[in-house]
């Protein structure tokens, strides 16, 4: 079946024929790719058409697709058994892996959603420190649980306003929504709230308005308030984790200021290797108010899924290897070159950014710091080029505020051929 066809059948039975919305292709249009399998670094779809793959799972997929070691793990645990709903040594395997790769983190609690993930966090500093508010930036996504599906207020006396229908105002009442790296901000809203703020979330390197970093002197006061004011900072890295870097875009600011520590951490995408697992974690005294121990609720029938867990070990363990990150970030700055150079080159004003193996660029003139700016750069300019770098092959995400990823399977020959379609595609669009 063709594509068109498989959209129109899947229509009649999936709401929007997706199982997730940014997949249907609404923001750039026209009929999204059914993919019928893949391997290294490529996408076939349901036509036989081969497309480079930018998306890699929106993140998990950090190794490439079909890994020899990744899929043997999952192949032996699978035969071992699908789920106990009972404890496992690779649930404690894949704790103690977290553990060694995030300095200062005591324990990890394991879910199967970043969305689970975030929500559990959540519902974990409001219940370790006895505040009701939550504190987002505007163009942080942290997953769909009613608290977070929330746009600023008017001003910052007046709490959100909810973003999707089925979420009561009274359930985003609590929560803050601020401008990303907006220092003044920060301090109004600490200064007027500061002794009811349970936590802060934050994306450290946001990737869900497409790859927007957080400033130092922002996280720097950021830290600083959250301690003055005993609210928990939490670092949702589900992107970002294992990802930008092996201890992640935490490791970056703790490398760059003095002293640095987030207090929670929310993990997902690479942890999974592309299995349906997440991992929320933080200081021992804080996870210990969660049940059992705790009065805090938190629980899943899938939890710690055998299979998934063998899955991100293995995964976590390939990426762990001396010189990894170093090779995977060379060839994500190559391929960011080789986009900014095709800007140049046809006369597009073109910018981008790029950590490890997490990649964004805009058709604006310089880098966006907050989400209003990106919604202001060339919309009809990305969606031209989306589907002019689409008939050439490459698969890039399907709209402007989301980040791209390269895996460990991007050799230099898919880089170099993403570069020259990027040069077409400019010229053509
Ligand atoms: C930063 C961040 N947090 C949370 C989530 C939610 O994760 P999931 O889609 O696994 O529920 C996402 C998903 O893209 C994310 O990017």
């Known amino acids: 079946m063709t594509n068109d066809q498989l959209f129109d059948r899947a229509r009649r039975v999936i709401p929007g024929g997706v199982n997730s919305p940014v997949r249907a292709f609404r923001a750039v249009g026209g009929t999204p790719r059914f993919i019928a399998r893949a391997e290294g670094p490529y996408l ?66 394991l879910v199967s959603s970043g969305t689970e993930a975030a929500m559990s966090a959540l519902r974990l500093a409001r219940g370790a420190t006895g505040r009701p508010l939550i504190v987002k930036f505007e ?12 746009k600023a207020g008017s ?6 306003h909810p973003t999707s229908a089925g979420v009561p105002p009274e359930v985003t009442q609590h929560t803050l929504v601020l401008e990303y790296n907006h220092v003044g ?29 957080a400033a130092l002197p922002f996280m720097r006061r950021l830290r600083e ?54 991992a929320f974690g933080g200081p021992r005294a804080v996870m210990e108010h969660l049940a059992p121990l705790g009065g805090v609720y ?19 363990r390939e990426i762990r290897r001396p010189g990894f990150f170093d090779a995977l970030a060379a060839r994500t700055r190559t391929l960011l070159d080789g986009l900014l150079a095709a800007g140049r080159a046809t006369g597009v004003p073109l910018v981008g950014d790029c950590e490890g193996g997490m990649f964004g660029f805009f058709f604006a003139d310089a880098l966006p710091q907050q989400y209003g700016a990106v919604m202001a750069t060339d919309k009809e300019r990305f969606n031209r080029f989306f589907h002019a770098m689409l008939d050439r092959g ?23 051929a993403t570069a020259a379609a990027a040069r077409e595609a400019l010229a053509a669009a």
């Open 44 to 109: 076939w779809d349901a036509e036989g058409r081969r497309y480079i793959d930018y998306i890699g799972s929106w993140g998990p997929m950090i190794l490439g697709h079909g890994h020899p070691a990744v899929l043997e793990a999952v192949t032996k645990a699978a035969r071992d058994g699908l789920s106990f709903g009972a404890p496992t040594e690779r649930e404690i395997e894949l704790a103690e892996e977290i553990l060694s790769l995030v300095p200062g983190l005591e324990q990890v609690r």
């Open 298 to 316: 938190q629980a899943g029938t899938l939890s710690g899924n055998p299979v998934a867990t063998a899955c991100g070990l293995a995964t976590l």
């Open 394 to 416: 490459v698969y890039l995400a399907p709209a402007l505020y989301e980040a791209g990823f390269v895996s460990a399977a991007h050799g230099e020959a898919e880089i170099a």
């Open 185 to 213: 901000q920060l301090e109004e809203a600490f200064a007027q709230h500061g002794a009811r703020i349970a936590c802060v979330m934050i994306e450290p390197i946001a990737g869900n308005m497409n790859f927007v970093r």
């Open 139 to 150: 163009g942080c996504y942290h997953g769909h649980a009613d608290a977070l599906l929330v």
């Open 225 to 278: 308030l959250c301690t003055q004011h005993g609210a928990l900072l939490v670092f949702d890295e589900v992107m970002t984790g294992f990802r930008v870097g092996l201890g992640g875009a935490h490791a970056l600011y703790a490398r760059d200021i003095p002293g640095f520590a987030a207090d929670l951490f929310v993990f997902g995408k690479v942890i999974g290797g592309g299995m349906p697992l997440a």
């Open 155 to 160: 001003g910052l006396a007046t709490f959100g």
